[in-house]
């Protein structure tokens, strides 16, 4: 079978302003460290870590992703170095630590990032090696007036290992017990949940492409095939789009499958009359699409499936309705969840919260950015430059049918702006489509 493939991106189409907000520039980045460094305490420093790639097995290591928190505020990619910044005085400073060229290693992995490159990426005039970095810590610390250094000391839970600024930490309250240790986490978090309008173009470009990567699917499922031999059409397209990471694992679910919310095996065959649900996204410069579409592999919905598919996309609707700055976050999921008991409780599958529950247990959105799940205070109210998914779903295991309709939101000053407007989500334009096969 050939592919149908959908268009490549062609950077040369954007002007050169478009382009250095897709791709970034330093100016982006240097803006990011101002942000920053007004929130935080004279007299301080702040050490970030780009982090490593861990252990696979053997000789192999997986493949390094940065600490988006770093990269946020440097645009680097390249493992094990790091970024200090100080506030003196008022004085703010900026230096960042890179490895120094290794002729042998080169010929194994390729070049490091030189100084030069680096600024240019960066915005950091002040480019140093990372040995070095643990004289800059002690002189400032010792022979200034920093009393305070901040790290980013995110956690997960209780038991979750130790992260290398963790460790950093412990070395600088056994070294320096007059300096107080603070986390800039919740700080970093808080300046991400508002995007910027490069990071808003970085994700309009991950979701064009994963838009791309849907259609390619959707043209080549057949009822027979195993669901990641669908994926693989998707895959590709994203790899031929110059993508080189995806948003996350993708879900290819068909029929019963699909009733499990976070289903990665996709090893089953999709049979005639299933549908098959997709949760998906492309990465774009580290900036995440999240999209979910459910169709019927055969090409046309069964009168069952489009009740249940046009409830999911009416609780969609009516939730997206009320985002506007000012409402609060939680008060999606209980649109969400009003509009899905309404209409279930009409063709009399639930007729109260807890009913619902059984078909409905996940909450409707999320902040999306560097993360897929992004950072960022649930409890609060919206905020404009806020992105957010909009993914309500029903999952009827009895009957074989799960259903999520996902698109990406910005939250802008007077109302939002779908993202994913243009990906095709209703029952004639799904039809339609599959038509074209």
């Known amino acids: ?69 770093f990269f946020y505020l440097t645009g680097i990619d390249e493992d094990n170095i790091m970024l200090i910044l ?55 610390l010792t022979n200034s007036s920093a009393r305070r250094i901040y790290l980013d000391l995110e956690r997960d839970n209780w038991n979750s290992p130790k992260t290398q600024s963790q460790v950093f930490a412990k070395e600088v ?6 300096v107080k240790i603070s986390t800039v986490y919740q700080i970093i978090c808080d300046l991400r949940t508002v995007k910027h309008r490069e990071e808003i173009t970085a994700i309009k470009e991950a979701v064009r492409i994963t838009y791309e990567g849907i259609k390619n699917l959707m043209l080549n499922a057949k009822s027979g095939m195993k669901e990641f031999e669908m994926e693989a ?20 679910a068909g029929g019963k499958n699909a009733t499990v919310l976070h289903y990665v095996a996709n090893n089953s065959v999709v049979n005639e009359g299933e549908l098959m ?48 700055p000012g409402v609060p976050f939680k008060e999606l999921n209980l649109t969400t969840r009003r509009v899905l008991l309404e209409e279930l409780s009409k063709i009399g599958l639930a007729k109260d919260d807890a009913e619902l529950s059984k078909y409905y247990f996940h909450g409707v959105s999320h902040y999306l950015g560097l993360d897929t799940h992004d950072v960022g205070d649930r ?32 939250v802008t000053e007077d109302g939002y702006e779908n993202l994913s407007k243009d990906i095709i989500k209703t029952v004639e334009e799904i039809e339609a489509f599959l038509s074209t096969r």
Do not use: C
Request: aromatic share 10%; charged share 30%; no cysteine.
């Open 1 to 69: 079978m050939n592919p149908k493939v959908g268009s490549k991106i062609i950077l040369d189409r954007y002007t050169d302003k478009e382009r250095n907000e897709i791709t970034m520039n330093k100016e982006f980045f240097k803006r990011t460290r101002e942000n920053l460094m007004e929130r935080i305490k004279n007299n301080s420093m702040v050490v970030l870590f780009a982090g490593s790639a861990p252990k696979k097995s053997a000789d192999e290591a997986y493949a390094f992703t940065p600490n988006r928190n």
């Open 86 to 140: 100080t506030k003196i005085n008022g004085d703010v400073e900026e230096t960042l630590y890179i490895h120094k060229a290794d002729p042998v290693k080169e010929k194994w992995v390729g070049k490091t990032i030189t100084k030069e490159e680096a600024e240019e990426i960066s915005g950091i005039k002040n480019i140093s090696y990372i040995e070095d970095f643990e004289n800059k810590i002690h002189k400032v």
């Open 233 to 252: 059409y998707f895959d590709f397209t994203l790899k031929n789009n110059g993508v080189k990471d995806f948003a996350f694992k993708t879900i290819a």
């Open 379 to 410: 409890d609060i109210a919206l905020k404009p430059g806020m992105v957010l998914t909009m993914e309500p779903g029903l999952y009827i295991e009895e009957e074989g049918i799960g259903i999520r309709i996902e698109d990406d939101v910005l």
């Open 277 to 324: 649900l997709l949760d998906l996204g492309a990465q774009y410069n580290y900036y995440n699409g999240d999209i979910s579409r459910t169709f019927p592999v055969s090409g046309k919905f069964t009168e069952r499936q489009k009740i249940f598919y046009n409830i999911v996309l009416k609780a969609q609707l009516e939730t997206m309705k009320i985002i506007k």
């Open 173 to 178: 309250f056994e070294k320096y017990p007059h």
